[in-house]
């Protein structure tokens, strides 16, 4: 069965830190990405991921970064958390092609 | 600016009856349609998806139809159960390399029994 898991449910952090989102997924997937969701604006493309050590910014790739080192491994980095950051993020994987993608249960990250 | 628009933030609907949830895009080299189902406290799941070239897909009690020339798709629920309760998604695709998604602002729906 396809799985996408992200490192934690919720997190709080403080303004300033460094927050590491992580997201493994086991379908050997070329593809993977990381939404932020928001009421009113649906799911947004931070960055995404089309193979190991490349990557593409989305649409909102501001005060983000991401690292691919293996094929399973996704990760989400906010170089200094700021409030505007609190929101769930979402972790997804695709084969490639028109395909739907998986999602992950999401991160609830609450900057404060 | 959305490409991608949900215009009702929410639907009721009685239990056995037809849901009907819309979505409007702008971007006409949109070639590729989702819709997704995310409960609370859960990542989003695929739902049912409609390529370009068609104008209607079917999956059991799902249908989505797909309008071009109005840039407009909708999704049936036929009959609704207390179970469809949730936040739907639209999305659409131009494709090619990454595949990136645009997400409408999602519709929740709520089906009463």
């Known amino acids: 069965d396809v799985k996408v898991t992200q490192s934690s449910r919720y997190l709080v952090k403080r303004t300033g830190e460094k927050v590491f989102l992580e997201c493994v997924q086991d379908?050997?997937?070329?593809?993977m990405f990381w939404y932020r969701q928001d009421p009113g604006l649906g799911l947004r493309l931070i960055y995404f991921?089309?193979?190991?050590?490349?990557?593409e910014k989305g649409d909102i790739p501001e005060g983000y970064s991401v690292s691919r080192e293996k094929k399973e491994r996704f990760s989400l980095i906010l170089e200094s958390a700021s409030t505007n950051q609190t929101s769930m993020y979402l972790c997804?994987?695709?084969?490639?092609?028109?395909?739907?993608?998986?999602f992950g249960p999401g991160t609830r990250l609450t900057v404060l | 600016d959305q490409q991608v628009k949900q215009n009702s933030p929410s639907l009721s609907v009685q239990e056995g009856r037809i849901s009907i949830l819309n979505c409007d895009y702008t971007?006409?080299?949109?070639?590729?349609f989702l819709w997704y189902k995310k409960y609370p406290a859960e990542g989003p799941t695929f739902l049912i998806s409609?390529?370009?070239?068609?104008d209607k897909n079917e999956d059991g009690r799902f249908t989505v139809f797909l309008n071009k020339s109005a840039k407009h798709l909708s999704l049936h629920i036929v009959p609704s159960q207390p179970g469809d309760s949730a936040v739907y998604f639209c999305?659409?695709?131009?494709?090619?390399?990454?595949?990136?998604?645009?997400f409408g602002a999602g519709t929740i729906l709520r089906v009463k029994s």
């Open positions: 997804a994987s695709e084969a490639g092609g028109p395909n739907e993608q998986f």
């Open positions: 379908m050997d997937h070329e593809n």
């Open positions: 991921s089309y193979d190991v050590k490349m990557k």
């Open positions: 971007n006409s080299m949109f070639d590729y």
């Open positions: 409609i390529s370009s070239i068609k």
């Open positions: 999305a659409a695709t131009l494709g090619g390399y990454g595949n990136k998604l645009v």
